[in-house]
């Protein structure tokens, strides 16, 4: 009995000396400069409710921890930052944060904690590019900002952060190419899934453990990628635009555990000497083109090991659920060219026999018999015969080739790097003495157009940019808080591929009152022509050859993916024409006199939505629009350019509409000479006929009279960027001068 009360008042002095220890988390005291700066970051963030025990704390140091706040200090600086918001992302919302929030503002003051070695900030709404500074974090181990609406390229200054063991930045909008980070030695996580990052694949650090790129726009797979993944375990690449072979070496990794390369466009045969780790538990290869045979790996019954291999072309058993050869065939063109490694044996084979056939005749007609031989066999093999006329890769490179950047977006990749991922100036609220200045007053010569959708007027700003002034009424109904909301989706309305709204106005400033007022949206002004004059007008302005027009399709296509998804409900029913496409300097191709969002008539987004904007009389049904059907007449529309991108002119009448689509049909199915016919003649000789046709059969798909059978927008964008493809493997074979 006393041994026990001896231990107990051990225990129980144990305790005390802990609870009052100086090192313990209550007795930390931070400084009034690390104070301030919390207070400031809440205010930025503007006043989210997980920070809510901010105000009522004197000591934040000692806040309870929990899954969404946790704030650790050690000597009196703070160390750990977690926080979970309650502002998820969405791909058809906007970010909560107002149009006010200054991402910049926020990581200049974020960055003075200057010993933070874990930050987290999750689902808090934050928007815009991510700074430079971001790089003064010199201590951070860990840096997770999933969940927000980050967008723009990543800054090269993340290469210099080597304390970084784990790179989070999941579920937000950056795009372009991954800055190198083989020099983070340190690095075991990096995930960057559902984002817009390609076309090319990130350096990695070779102690990468788990890797999770699923979800963007990558494009190849380096086939050195082993190299740099010799400690990983964990790989997710589903859900890009991987294309061509996959490197064997990949299913071979000493520790890989887990592989995901589903809903990719990957050709070719797996080699049936293919070994897989013995670690690899999970294998998915689903829906890509692959064909040929299993490698024996992945068809052993075991209970370790799940593989999903469903929808490629292969020779399974479970044949009913893979596609026939000829899916794989047409769709992907490199699944019929050899790996580089296989090509000399190939050509190796061929020149053997040309030779032996033609061995009699002497000097440089057996050269000439050789070469002829070997081009001649080849596409005979690979099915690229057409019309007499031989569509050949250069060596070692497939005919589909495979880049989401298209011609036009490479030219200007440094200019959209420095614009951020909407590509245009940054959004801004202007003063009416601001416009007026710029209107000289909304004078009557500045006046470019007058009709029910507002009045539109030329302006100048202080720095000499040229805009276009929008003037709109506002209902009387709507009050501060929906007219705030309201301008927050608005603010977003900013995209490379959009004329976009750069800024507003609103004439009785920030009072928000019921009264009818004014509001003024500020538009970049584009001033390189139309669409429809550039295929039109081309002896006034630049002949656009096959490339370009599809390239200014791509533009367009993408302009309408972005209205589609930018709000809840989505910005449908536009007016896609050839004439509301505008041609930069640049020849970026941007949707012009799209539709202003709508708010939903309550929070369940149900009942139908409405604008603030006075545009349509009272009893137009655009407030209860369904959104499919909005989003099927502008497929529709976007049918319509692509007939004038083939023709060169505008259908005048739906009768010549419809002989121009038969005719279209009988050129596909039957005669070619009819396709050729139909044709712009300007374009001749610049094209691939499968590039030709493949963008023939979507226009055809987009301008069906059954709604249910027109293609979405995310279908429209990928048979574009096949027919790109294609034209790139065509191009780069040599064959410009070949006339179809």
């Not at 967008?151 to 999941?170: D, F, R």
């Not at 040309?354 to 596409?379: M, P, T, W």
């Not at 010569?445 to 007027?457: E, P």
Request: glycine share 6%.
């Amino acid at each position: 009995m006393q041994s026990f009360l001896y231990k107990s008042l051990f225990l129980l002095l144990s305790f005390f000396a802990l609870l009052f220890s100086p090192t313990s988390a209550q007795n930390q005291t931070l400084s009034p400069s690390q104070n301030k700066l919390l207070i400031r970051l809440y205010h930025i963030l503007q006043s989210p409710p997980v920070l809510s025990p901010l105000n009522t704390s004197t000591n934040f140091c000692y806040l309870p921890q929990s899954p969404n706040l946790t704030i650790t200090c050690s000597n009196n600086q703070i160390t750990q930052l977690i926080i979970v918001g309650d502002r998820p992302f969405s791909p058809n919302w906007y970010s909560s944060l107002s149009a006010s929030f200054s991402i910049d503002a926020f990581f200049t003051t974020l960055v003075k904690l200057s010993s933070l070695e874990v930050l987290s900030l999750v689902s808090l709404g934050i928007w815009g590019p991510l700074p430079s500074k971001i790089d003064r974090l010199n201590s951070l181990r860990v840096l997770n900002l999933s969940s927000n609406y980050i967008y723009g390229e990543l800054p090269q200054e993340i290469s210099t952060m080597t304390s970084l063991q784990n790179l989070v930045l999941s579920t937000n909008y950056i795009n372009g190419t991954v800055p190198n980070l083989k020099p983070l030695t340190g690095l075991t996580e990096l995930d960057l899934s559902f984002n817009r990052l390609g076309p090319d694949f990130p350096s990695l650090s070779n102690t990468i453990v788990k890797l999770v790129l699923k979800n963007n726009s990558l494009t190849k797979i380096p086939q050195n990628l082993a190299n740099s993944l010799s400690m990983v375990e964990e790989v997710d690449l589903s859900y890009n635009q991987l294309s061509g072979w996959v490197p064997s070496s990949l299913f071979s990794l000493p520790s890989i555990q887990y592989l995901d390369l589903s809903h990719n466009k990957l050709t070719g045969q797996l080699p049936q000497t293919l070994k897989c780790g013995n670690s690899i538990s999970f294998l998915d290869i689903s829906n890509n083109m692959l064909s040929g045979t299993l490698p024996s790996c992945m068809v052993s019954n075991s209970s370790n090991r799940v593989v999903n291999f469903s929808w490629n072309c292969l020779n399974s058993v479970d044949s009913k659920n893979q596609h026939p050869n000829s899916y794989c065939n047409e769709g992907a063109l490199a699944a019929v060219l050899p790996p580089p490694n296989d090509v000399s044996t190939s050509k190796k084979n061929n020149t053997s026999l040309i030779v032996g056939i033609v061995g009699g005749i002497l000097g440089g007609v057996v050269i000439i018999a050789i070469l002829v031989g070997i081009v001649l066999k080849k596409a005979k093999k690979e099915g690229r015969f057409e019309g007499g006329n031989v569509f050949k890769p250069k060596e070692g490179k497939s005919l589909a080739k495979k880049s989401s950047r298209t011609p036009a977006e490479k030219r200007h990749a440094t200019q959209a790097a420095r614009l951020g991922a909407m590509g245009v100036t940054p959004y801004r609220i202007f003063t009416l003495e601001d416009l007026e200045e710029a209107t000289n007053n909304f004078d009557h010569s500045n006046l470019i157009k007058d009709s029910a959708q507002g009045q539109l007027y030329m302006g100048r700003l202080q720095d000499g940019t040229t805009v276009v002034v929008r003037c709109l009424k506002l209902k009387q109904k709507y009050v501060s808080q929906n007219l705030a909301q309201y301008m927050d989706i608005i603010s977003k309305l900013r995209h490379r591929h959009l004329v976009s709204i750069i800024g507003h106005c609103i004439s009785d400033g920030q009072d928000f009152t019921n009264t009818a007022t004014m509001v003024y949206l500020v538009l970049e002004n584009v001033s390189n022509g139309t669409l429809r004059s550039h295929l039109t007008e081309w002896r006034k302005r630049e002949m656009l050859k096959w490339p370009q027009r599809v390239t200014a399709a791509i533009g367009v296509a993408r302009g309408v993916q972005f209205l589609h998804n930018v709000s809840v409900p989505g910005i449908t029913g536009n007016d896609i024409t050839a004439d509301n496409v505008f041609l930069d300097l640049t020849l970026t191709a941007k949707v012009g006199n799209f539709n202003l969002p709508n708010l939903p008539c309550n929070k369940n987004h149900k009942g139908g939505s409405e604008s603030p904007i006075s545009l349509f009389e009272e009893n137009d049904h655009r407030s209860i629009r369904n959104i499919e059907q909005g989003q099927k007449e502008d497929i529709y529309g976007l049918g319509l350019i692509l007939l004038e991108v083939i023709t060169g002119k505008p259908a005048q009448s739906q009768n010549q509409l419809d002989s121009i689509k038969s005719a279209l049909e009988q050129g596909l199915n039957e005669d070619q000479e009819k396709l050729k016919a139909i044709v712009d003649p300007a374009i001749c000789g610049t094209f691939a006929i499968d590039s030709l046709r493949t963008v023939v059969e979507l226009t055809l798909n987009c301008l069906s009279e059954n709604v249910r059978d027109r293609p979405s927008i995310d279908d429209v964008l990928w048979n574009l960027q096949y027919s790109v493809q294609v034209q790139e493997g065509w191009a780069s074979s040599g064959n410009l001068s070949v006339q179809f």
